[in-house]
C-alpha cells in the first residue's frame, strides 16, 4: 500500500491538465497516459487514491468538453459524448483509448500538413510560371514583381534565389539577377550555381570588381580549384590587368597541367 501517489503520477497529471488547457490536446493525451500507466501498477490508500481518481475524472471530463475534441469525433460521425469515459480500477483501459486518440490525432495533423504544403507549392509554381511567361511576353515589370514575390515568400529555400535569378539574367534584367544571386550567397554560401550566376550578371554589366569579389569569395569557400583560378585569369585579361591574369592562369596551370587554356593563356602573356 501507497499512502503517496508516485511522482510520475503526481507529475504527469499535473502536465496534462495544464496542456490541455493551453490547448495541446496530444501533448495532454500523452501526460495523461504515462500517469495511468504508471498509477495502474500502484494501490493507494485513503486521500491520495481519491484526489487521484478526482483529479482523471476532471482531466476526462474537460477532455469531453473540449471543442477541438469534439470536432475530431464530430468528423468520425460521432456527435455526441461522452467521447472517454473512466472507470477507477481500469487505468490501463484508458490509456489505451487515449492512445489511440492522440494517434489519430497526429494522423490528421499529418495530412492537414501535407495538403498545406502542396497548396504552397501549387501556389509557387504557378507564379513562377505566371512570371515567366510575362518575361517571355516582354512584360518585365509585371514579370519582374510576380518573380520578386516568389522571391520573397520562398527564397529561404535552397536553389530558389538562384533559379530566379537565372531568370532574371536570361531576361536581361542584370541588376535585378546580380542582387538575387547575392542574396542567395549570403543565405547558401555553398550554392556554386549562385557564384557563376553572380559572375555572368556583373560581366555584363562590366562591373569587374563585384565579378572578381564574386570569384574570390568562391575560392574561399570551395578552395583553388584550378577552372575556378583559369576563370578569374580571363576576367583579369577583359579588365585589362594582365599581371593579375598571368598570376592566377598560372596558378591554374599549376595546379592541373592538363588545364590546356590555362597554359596557353600562360604562353600568351609571357609574349
Known sequence: MRMTAPKAV????????????????????????????????????????FETEVHIHEFVNDLNRNHTVRKFFEQRKVFSGPYVAYTPGEELSLAERLESIR????????AR??????????????????????LDAGDLPRGRA???????????????????????????LFYEAAELFEAALDVFPGEAQAYSGAVAAYMDLREYQKAESVYLRALRQFGSHPRTMLNLAKL???????????????????????????RELVARLMR
Request: a positive charge.
Open 146 to 172: 510576380l518573380l520578386r514575390r516568389v522571391a520573397e515568400e520562398w527564397g529561404h529555400e535552397p536553389g530558389v534565389l538562384s533559379d530566379i535569378g537565372q531568370r532574371f539574367l536570361r531576361a536581361r
Open 236 to 262: 583579369y585579361m577583359e579588365w585589362r590587368k594582365r599581371d593579375k591574369a598571368y598570376e592566377f592562369a598560372n596558378r591554374a596551370a599549376q595546379a592541373d597541367p592538363s588545364l590546356a587554356e590555362a
Open 10 to 49: 503526481r507529475d504527469n497529471i499535473a502536465r496534462s491538465r495544464a496542456y490541455l488547457a493551453r490547448g495541446y490536446l496530444t501533448r495532454a493525451l500523452e501526460a495523461m497516459e504515462t500517469a495511468l500507466r504508471a498509477y495502474s501498477g500502484t494501490t493507494l490508500i485513503g486521500q491520495p487514491r
Open 113 to 134: 500538413a501535407a495538403e498545406q504544403a502542396q497548396k504552397v507549392l501549387m501556389r509557387k509554381m504557378e507564379l513562377t510560371g505566371n512570371g515567366q511567361a510575362r
Open 103 to 110: 494517434h489519430a490525432m497526429l494522423e490528421d495533423e499529418r
